[in-house]
C-alpha cells in the first residue's frame, strides 16, 4: 500500500482564496518530496525538505516539513487559475540500498474564476 | 536537449496483444522509472532500474516486463494486454543522487480494448 497518504483527494476553491494539502506517514521520512501536475500533463518536481520543522517558500506556495519528519503540507495564498492541477507529495521507501519515491494518491486542486 | 521521452504518446490495443512503450533519456541518469497513473490510485510504481541491467519490482508489476540493456533506454512491455492495464504510464529518471527530484516525461496513454 501507499507509504503516505495525502488529503483531501480534491479541493475547489474560489479564485484568491487559500488552499492546503496535507500528506502524512506512519514511518519517518529521510525527506519529501512535492510534485505539481498540471491538467494533461506530467508530474514536474517542486521542492524537497529535508530538515526537522523545514519551512520553504516558492512565491505564494509554503512547504513545510515537520518536526518528527512524518508529516508534510503544502499551502497556496490567494490562488490562481494558474495553480489548477493535481499536487502530489512523495516519500521516499528504503529497497536493498536504493530510495524508491513512493507517492500519495494526490490532491487536485480545481480553482473557480 | 531532448530530456527523457516516451513513445508512442496514444496507443490503443486490444487485449492479448504485446504492447511495448518506449523511454529514452539523455542525461545518463542511473535511475529509471516506470509508474502507471489511474484515477484514485495517484502514481503507482511498476518497475525501477538503479542501473543497466538491474531491475526491480515495485508496487504493481504483475503482467509487465522491463529491461535495461543500455542505461538510456528502459522500456516496459505488457506481454499479454489486459483491459486493467489501460491507464497513463510516466517513465521518470533520476541522477546518481539517492534522493534527487524525478524527471517525467510526457507519459503514454494506453487503452486496452
Known amino acids: 500500500g501507499q507509504q503516505v497518504m495525502q488529503i483531501p483527494q480534491y479541493q475547489h476553491v474560489q479564485e484568491g482564496e487559500d488552499f492546503t494539502t496535507y500528506c502524512n506517514s506512519s514511518t519517518t521520512l529521510s525527506n519529501i518530496q512535492w510534485y505539481k501536475q498540471r491538467p494533461g500533463g506530467h508530474p514536474v518536481f517542486l521542492i524537497q525538505l529535508v530538515k526537522s520543522g523545514e519551512v520553504k517558500k516558492q512565491k505564494r506556495l509554503t512547504f513545510q516539513f515537520g518536526e518528527a519528519k512524518k508529516n508534510s503540507s503544502l499551502h497556496i495564498t490567494a490562488t490562481q487559475t494558474t495553480d489548477v492541477g493535481t499536487y502530489f507529495c512523495?516519500?521516499?521507501?528504503?529497497?536493498?540500498?536504493?530510495?524508491?519515491?513512493?507517492f500519495g494518491r494526490g490532491t487536485s486542486l480545481i480553482v473557480h474564476p | 536537449d531532448a530530456g527523457i521521452t516516451q513513445s508512442p504518446r496514444y496507443k490503443i490495443t486490444e487485449t492479448g496483444r504485446q504492447v511495448t512503450l518506449m523511454c529514452h533519456q539523455t542525461?545518463?541518469?542511473?535511475?529509471m522509472f516506470w509508474y502507471r497513473q489511474d484515477l484514485g490510485h495517484g502514481l503507482r510504481l511498476i518497475y525501477y532500474?538503479?542501473?543497466?541491467?538491474?531491475?526491480d519490482k515495485g508496487e504493481v508489476p504483475d503482467g509487465y516486463v522491463v529491461s535495461r540493456s543500455k542505461t538510456e533506454n528502459f522500456p516496459l512491455t505488457l506481454e499479454s494486454a489486459t483491459r486493467s492495464q489501460t491507464s497513463v504510464y510516466f517513465c521518470a529518471s533520476r541522477s546518481t543522487s539517492r534522493t534527487g527530484e524525478l524527471f517525467f516525461g510526457e507519459g503514454s496513454r494506453l487503452t486496452v480494448l
Open positions: 512523495a516519500g521516499p521507501k528504503e529497497t536493498g540500498g536504493s530510495y524508491i519515491p513512493t
Open positions: 532500474s538503479a542501473a543497466a541491467d538491474i531491475t
Open positions: 542525461w545518463s541518469h542511473s535511475y
